[in-house]
């Protein structure tokens, strides 16, 4: 495929507008190559392609098929393919991912890679996405690198709604999509990879790609000290929002019941935290604030390294070697709270998100959340079973997590001090239970379990005697005793599924219950704010029992828009995003992310701000919390996880894209959730 002469590419301008060129042939030909997926429609003229999604379940949406004559699409000459997309709706936020693959889907050659935007009412904007060629990006044995594809034959191009959760909706997605193109051309006879043999080491001794280089990248020890100076002078003149009050509430709001403590209200038909002071309060937050977390393991992997920051050990620490440098001080821990703080305030964010360590919260002077435990493995859970969750009929878990708080608070002096904290606000219990398979779990364990005993015992007082159970449930236990000692999971009867969604729901309901009265008997002023559940997509007995004992409802959610997730959900309640991201590939990482948003740290950016904004308008969401402060190391915290997601880069130098996006948000987000509309920042 050769590049265009101008003649080429001048015809090509003349097609409809979206039906740009990439190579010698158009990317869009006929309307034939839009297929509707699913609950997707289709529409093609003079204008571009239009595609509606009123029901989101997986894959609705759209393929966009080769050109004819192609069993696949040809993009190797491109670093980029782009599109415009416009939201057609006049008052709905609307979300859209788009996905590459290549190889058969289920086989071992599969890959598949994605992106997507969030867009207000009337707005269009460009998706990006970089193409992860394999014949540029492949690494050597023994190496390590993002995930590539085979852009010479790439499958159908999708459009869907990724990991879906909002309800059957009519207009939930009405777009234009124009402009398709390939953008940055290369030549692959002539853009060639690192050589294998260059290739390592490929981590610099800074925790760096080593093979790539862009405008923060430390290069030298006098780099880290020259970026402290120059954001040292930077901080030293900023200020906090104007609009906020000393815990970072609405001061020029109403004035509403001060009690001293953060607590929740509904204001003019939408959920807030009240803060101490009586001021509105909306939390703009930061998880996982420490100086240094995740270390990147050596062993069986020396040759990866260019240079390790402390010889001899199993994992190298490079935050921690490079904010030694930084600071010129081996315990730099209170210079870099010092500037943390300073940060915060700087970049408008008002609340200390999860994990963040206690020897900061002490000296941050921050609204801040607590988690009490991720997920507590010596509690009682299913005897045999590896689910995230616990049997809260045993009556230890009850008795551990009464002492749960008492103990924490003894053990530690920041949570002692929660207690009585003006500025804490609340306590999460758990992250990421897995709720789900629980029952199927639970009729597999031995007959001792008391979760199985428990519901043996309401089954027998519903049905009298086995033969009855035998009936509805269409099995053949001899006894009771049979249905305790039985492994198997019964039929999907009506009657198994009532009495497993009612036992799911007592479940449930007890869980949460305790939790509540773990923190109530100690801390009653503190909010309890949930177990942070995986996405918006839930079971309705999980929604029901969180309304009741939770002050407010958490919930991770990794989408480019949750504007949309139905109010209903929550009960009249108000709900706090825990986690959500979003990242791109230009800063050397090999992962973007679990969103990833474009190409640049702008686009990157944007898709924070658009996310913000949808919360905000939200009627029941009281917050969101960015997860998380720092990118991960180049190959991986300790599961393998490697994202470039954060505030600051793995070196400690902030991506200023994304701080300036904080501080818009920081500014304008009171006057924004007043209004209730969703249209730009006010200049």
């Given at each position: 495929?050769?590049?265009?002469?101008?003649?080429?590419?001048?015809?090509?301008?003349?097609?409809?507008?979206?039906?740009?060129?990439?190579?010698?042939?158009?990317?869009?030909?006929?309307?034939?190559?839009?297929?509707?997926?699913?609950?997707?429609?289709?529409?093609?003229?003079?204008?571009g392609i239009g595609l509606k999604i009123d029901d989101p379940e997986w894959s609705s949406g759209m393929q966009l098929k080769p050109p004819a004559g192609q069993t696949s699409w040809d993009l190797s000459h491109w670093r980029v393919l782009a599109l415009d997309v416009e939201n057609r709706s006049a008052t709905r936020q609307m979300r859209l991912t788009m996905h590459l693959s290549s190889g058969k889907r289920g086989q071992k050659d599969f890959r598949e890679v994605n992106t997507g935007i969030g867009l207000n009412p009337g707005e269009k904007r460009t998706m990006r996405i970089m193409l992860p060629h394999d014949f540029l990006y492949r690494t050597p044995d023994g190496g390590k690198g993002m995930k590539v594809l085979d852009t010479a034959h790439l499958n159908p191009i999708e459009f869907q709604l990724q990991?879906?959760?909002?309800?059957?909706?009519?207009?939930?997605?009405?777009?234009?999509i124009t402009q398709i193109r390939g953008e940055q051309p290369l030549d692959p006879a002539t853009v060639k990879p690192v050589p294998p043999e260059s290739y390592f080491p490929f981590i610099d001794s800074y925790g760096q790609y080593a093979h790539a280089d862009w405008p923060e990248k430390i290069h030298t020890d006098a780099d880290l000290k020259r970026q402290r100076e120059t954001e040292a002078r930077q901080l030293q003149t900023a200020t906090r929002p104007a609009g906020w009050d000393r815990f970072g509430g609405w001061a020029q709001g109403p004035k509403l019941k001060a009690t001293g403590n953060f607590r929740t209200e509904k204001y003019h038909g939408k959920w807030y935290l009240v803060d101490p002071d009586g001021r509105l309060f909306f939390s703009h937050g930061l998880d996982v604030l420490q100086p240094h977390t995740d270390a990147t393991r050596i062993q069986g992997h020396e040759k990866w390294f260019a240079k390790l920051p402390d010889a001899?050990?199993?994992?190298?620490?490079?935050?921690?070697?490079?904010l030694q440098i930084k600071y010129g001080e081996t315990n730099y821990y209170a210079d870099f709270y010092r500037t943390l703080s300073r940060r915060l305030e700087a970049w408008g964010i008002n609340t200390v998100g999860n994990w963040a360590r206690a020897d900061f919260i002490a000296v941050a002077q921050t609204p801040y959340a607590m988690q009490l435990t991720d997920y507590h493995h010596g509690w009682p859970g299913i005897q045999g079973s590896k689910l995230k969750f616990y049997d809260v009929f045993d009556p230890q878990y009850a008795a551990a997590m009464a002492k749960l708080l008492p103990e924490n608070a003894r053990e530690d002096a920041v949570t002692r001090r929660s207690l009585t904290d003006p500025m804490c606000i609340g306590y999460f219990i758990d992250n990421e239970l897995k709720f789900d398979g629980w029952i199927k779990e639970l009729l597999k364990a031995p007959a001792t379990q008391p979760g199985k005993r428990e519901w043996a015992n309401r089954l027998r007082h519903q049905y009298g005697d086995i033969k009855a159970l035998n009936r509805a449930w269409k099995t053949d236990y001899a006894d009771w005793d049979a249905f305790l000692n039985g492994k198997t999971v019964p039929a999907n009867t009506e009657a198994f599924k009532k009495d497993s969604d009612e036992f799911m729901a007592a479940t449930v309901d007890r869980y949460f219950s305790i939790c509540r009265n773990a923190i109530k008997k100690t801390a009653p002023q503190r909010l309890y704010l949930g177990c942070r559940l995986v996405g918006?997509?839930?079971?309705?007995?999980?929604?029901?029992?969180?309304?009741?004992?939770?002050?407010?409802?958490?919930?991770?959610?990794?989408?480019?828009?949750?504007?949309?997730?139905?109010?209903?959900?929550?009960?009249?309640?108000?709900?706090?995003?825990?986690?959500?991201?979003?990242?791109?590939?230009?800063?050397?990482?090999?992962?973007?992310?679990l969103c990833p948003a474009g190409v640049t740290q702008t686009e990157r950016a944007k898709a924070y701000e658009r996310f913000m904004q949808g919360v905000l308008v939200h009627p029941n969401l009281v917050g969101a919390h960015?997860?998380?402060?720092?990118?991960?190391?180049?190959?991986?915290?300790?599961?393998?996880?490697?994202?470039?997601?954060g505030f600051v880069d793995i070196?400690?130098?902030?991506?200023?894209?994304?701080?300036?996006?904080?501080?818009?948000?920081?500014?304008?987000?009171?006057?924004?959730?007043?209004?209730?509309?969703?249209?730009?920042?006010?200049?």
């Open positions: 495929m050769r590049r265009f002469h101008h003649s080429v590419w001048l015809s090509l301008l003349l097609l409809p507008a979206a039906f740009t060129a990439s190579g010698q042939t158009p990317l869009w030909q006929s309307q034939n190559q839009a297929q509707p997926v699913r609950a997707g429609r289709v529409s093609v003229d003079a204008n990991w879906p959760f909002e309800d059957k909706t009519p207009g939930l997605v009405d777009c234009r001899g050990q199993p994992n190298a620490d490079f935050t921690d070697h490079d918006f997509r839930q079971q309705a007995c999980l929604w029901k029992a969180a309304a009741r004992y939770c002050d407010v409802i958490s919930v991770n959610a990794y989408s480019y828009s949750v504007a949309n997730c139905n109010p209903a959900n929550f009960h009249d309640k108000p709900a706090l995003v825990g986690e959500f991201h979003f990242g791109t590939y230009d800063r050397g990482m090999f992962s973007a992310s960015w997860f998380q402060f720092r990118d991960q190391p180049l190959t991986g915290r300790w599961d393998g996880e490697g994202y470039q997601l070196a400690d130098t902030p991506y200023p894209e994304m701080t300036a996006a904080a501080r818009r948000i920081g500014e304008q987000m009171y006057r924004y959730r007043n209004a209730g509309k969703l249209t730009d920042w006010t200049p």
